[in-house]
């Protein structure tokens, strides 16, 4: 029995797709979901999203969101959600630098926060690109 799995990013579906297994960065740490797991809602921190379907895995990079989980239906409901076939990697590269400094000359801690999370966001998307890049995926639909 697979799990169907939802994303929607800004109101807008971004994929709908039946995998056997989904690995997310929570707030507390990485978990996998699999069929028959217990119902469960969690906070998403920005970070790699992991598609599985046998031999094949699917990737994104999220900007966090939630994840809920109810009778082998998983639901992510994504700040910001890119596929890793379609992340600019050259563009990822130039947030992530241009956070690094920004975290460099904070003078607050709203600046500090606001870097974190713009670096967190650029680090995901060049983990989950790299991944795809290095393990030569198959384009998802």
Not at 49 to 64: K, Q, S
């Amino acid at each position: 029995m697979p799990l169907h799995v939802e994303i929607i990013a800004a109101e807008q579906p971004i994929l709908t797709i039946d995998v056997e297994v989904v690995v997310a960065t929570t707030v507390s740490g990485q978990i996998s979901v699999l069929p028959q797991h217990e119902p469960l809602l969690t906070l998403l921190a920005p970070g790699e999203l992991r598609l599985g379907r046998g031999a094949n895995e699917m990737f994104l990079a999220l900007a966090g969101g939630y994840l809920e989980v109810r009778d082998d239906h998983v639901t992510i409901l994504a700040d910001a959600a890119e596929r890793a076939e379609d992340i600019d990697v050259a563009r990822a590269e130039g947030s992530r630098e241009r956070a690094t400094a920004r975290l460099r000359e904070a003078r607050s801690n709203v600046d500090v926060v606001r870097a974190s999370s713009a670096l967190a966001r650029a680090v995901s998307r060049l983990k989950a690109a790299d991944r795809y890049r290095s393990r030569g995926v198959t384009r998802s639909r």
